[in-house]
């Protein structure tokens, strides 16, 4: 990925943490990272958005969902209202009322955006504006803009936008939006994950189903730009947090990299290490790093391991058969606009030395294809979250059927880094 592509991400994590320093300081950190009960969060929450809490039928895993910020996910417990909190959650921009101009990362562990981010077809700048940071702008939409409560259940909620965007070549989508939040029991999370083990394991698992419909005349073509929908979750760091990318083995004639590592620059050995059909990548927080896999890399599940509070999570998808496009976030006039990555994880860190990193968080990401949608047509992307805690040898089984590495493995993925 070009140079210039990194300096300009480089420069927006610095300025988005600038323009929150006042809501910011050392003490306010350390809350964020600390480890909150799911109780302690949404009494924070509710001070300043309303909450829907959703649970599922056995009553332990319960999710707090926010119509206010898009029908966002903000945190999960797998065992109750005083269960630990999942969901990483910024509570000094809460606090401090602002509304900033380019972004406001409210946090939460599973939020709907959409893509491009950068190029010709971009929803993020105006059109004839230079790709540069000054002109980059989150679209309201999906930045704080509320969705409509449709329908609401104890164990799900229908939420519902209608919606107009016009991208930088000038083409203006029109379209429904539908997200559906729904807590799985844990009969349905083992279920369908095809799991062996249950004794010994508690979990919070929940679905989104999110849908776009062209209400407009006019069918979305490549030519004038597509757009995807993408969902992103952050969740809180810590020292022994890793994050595990399973990935698709090369085929022969096949000179790519497995994973693109240069989003803010290469990424060190120390943090990103390859293991038996996955990579490892460091989720502490602590230094600002990205990766992401392609389609012919990703596979259709990722996820992360706490070793300290034990606490495997995993995210799976509906990644579709074959190599479909996926739009570009490149921030220049773009030679190949439809050859983005599908998985993405990022840990958040300072942008540098002597500057607050914006959180500190980590993020699980993944992307529907690039959707060429015509009038009255729809295209969707599912998500599953899974929150395990349990006994070690419990969560080892899980870890080694879904992610294909031992618990143990993990662990000592870095033990001879920094």
Same mark, same amino acid.
């Given at each position: 990925?070009?140079?210039?592509?990194?300096?300009?991400?480089?420069?927006?994590?610095?300025?988005?943490?600038?323009?929150?320093?006042?809501?910011?300081?050392?003490?306010?950190?350390?809350?964020?990272?600390?480890?909150?009960?799911?109780?302690?969060?949404?009494? +924070?929450?509710?001070?300043?958005?309303?909450?829907?809490?959703?649970?599922?039928?056995?009553?332990?895993?319960?999710?707090?969902?926010?119509?206010? /910020?898009?029908?966002?996910?903000?945190?999960?417990?797998?065992?109750?209202?005083?269960?630990? !909190?999942?969901?990483?959650?910024?509570?000094?921009?809460?606090?401090?009322?602002?509304?900033?101009?380019?972004?406001?990362?409210?946090?939460?562990?599973?939020?709907?955006?959409?893509?491009?981010?950068?190029?010709?077809?971009?929803?993020?700048?105006?059109?004839?504006?230079?790709?540069?940071?000054?002109?980059?702008?989150?679209?309201?939409?999906?930045?704080?803009?509320? +969705?409509?409560?449709?329908?609401?259940?104890?164990?799900?909620? &229908?939420?519902?936008?209608?919606?107009?965007?016009?991208?930088?070549?000038?083409?203006?989508?029109?379209?429904?939006?539908?997200?559906?939040?729904?807590?799985?029991?844990?009969?349905?999370?083992?279920?369908?994950?095809?799991?062996?083990?249950?004794?010994?394991?508690? &979990?919070?698992?929940?679905?989104?189903?999110?849908?776009?419909?062209?209400?407009?005349?006019?069918?979305?073509?490549?030519?004038?730009?597509?757009?995807?929908?993408?969902?992103?979750?952050?969740?809180?760091?810590?020292?022994?947090?890793?994050?595990?990318?399973?990935?698709?083995?090369?085929?022969?004639?096949?000179?790519?990299?497995?994973?693109?590592?240069?989003?803010?620059?290469? &990424?060190?050995?120390?943090?990103?290490?390859?293991?038996?059909?996955?990579?490892? +990548?460091?989720?502490?927080?602590?230094?600002?790093?990205?990766?992401? /896999?392609?389609?012919?890399?990703?596979?259709?599940?990722?996820?992360?391991?706490?070793?300290?509070?034990?606490?495997?999570?995993?995210?799976?998808?509906?990644?579709?058969?074959?190599?479909?496009?996926?739009?570009?976030?490149?921030?220049? +006039?773009?030679?190949?606009?439809?050859?983005?990555?599908? &998985?993405?994880?990022?840990?958040?860190?300072?942008?540098?030395?002597?500057?607050?990193?914006?959180?500190?968080?980590?993020?699980?990401?993944?992307? !529907?294809?690039?959707?060429?949608?015509? !009038?009255?047509?729809?295209?969707?992307?599912?998500?599953?979250?899974?929150?395990?805690?349990?006994?070690?040898?419990?969560?080892?089984?899980?870890?080694?059927?879904? /992610?294909?590495?031992?618990?143990?493995?993990?662990?000592?993925?870095?033990?001879?880094?920094?």
């Amino acid at each position: 990925m070009p140079t210039r592509y990194l300096l300009v991400f480089a420069i927006l994590y610095c300025l988005l943490s600038c323009s929150s320093e006042k809501a910011s300081n050392t003490e306010s950190r350390k809350t964020q990272i600390s480890r909150n009960s799911f109780q302690q969060d949404i009494d +924070f929450l509710k001070q300043y958005t309303a909450l829907l809490v959703l649970q599922d039928p056995d009553g332990q895993g319960v999710i707090a969902v926010a119509p206010a /910020l898009q029908g966002r996910v903000m945190t999960s417990s797998a065992t109750g209202q005083q269960g630990r !909190s999942h969901g990483w959650i910024n509570r000094p921009l809460f606090e401090s009322g602002d509304t900033l101009e380019q972004i406001n990362a409210f946090g939460g562990e599973e939020r709907f955006w959409l893509g491009p981010e950068g190029g010709q077809y971009s929803l993020f700048f105006e059109k004839g504006a230079p790709f540069a940071l000054e002109n980059w702008r989150t679209p309201r939409l999906i930045d704080l803009d509320a +969705f409509e409560v449709a329908e609401k259940t104890t164990q799900k909620a &229908v939420f519902t936008r209608q919606a107009k965007l016009t991208n930088y070549a000038d083409f203006t989508f029109e379209f429904d939006i539908e997200r559906i939040v729904e807590v799985l029991s844990p009969e349905e999370t083992f279920r369908s994950l095809g799991l062996d083990t249950t004794k010994g394991i508690r &979990v919070v698992g929940y679905q989104t189903t999110n849908t776009l419909t062209n209400t407009g005349t006019q069918a979305w073509r490549k030519e004038t730009g597509l757009l995807s929908i993408w969902l992103l979750g952050m969740f809180n760091p810590s020292d022994e947090t890793t994050v595990v990318l399973p990935y698709q083995p090369k085929k022969e004639g096949d000179t790519g990299p497995i994973v693109n590592d240069v989003y803010f620059g290469k &990424v060190p050995e120390s943090r990103l290490k390859p293991g038996k059909g996955v990579v490892y +990548f460091k989720g502490d927080g602590k230094y600002r790093s990205k990766i992401g /896999l392609s389609p012919e890399r990703a596979r259709d599940l990722l996820g992360a391991y706490d070793s300290d509070s034990k606490i495997l999570t995993i995210v799976t998808y509906n990644k579709p058969e074959g190599l479909p496009d996926y739009v570009n976030a490149l921030w220049e +006039f773009q030679e190949e606009p439809y050859r983005g990555d599908v &998985v993405n994880t990022y840990n958040d860190g300072p942008p540098e030395p002597g500057k607050d990193p914006l959180g500190p968080f980590y993020e699980l990401e993944t992307s !529907s294809p690039a959707l060429a949608l015509k !009038s009255g047509e729809s295209g969707t992307h599912i998500q599953q979250t899974y929150h395990f805690e349990g006994e070690e040898s419990a969560l080892n089984e899980i870890a080694v059927q879904l /992610l294909g590495v031992s618990l143990e493995e993990i662990e000592n993925a870095f033990s001879n880094g920094q």
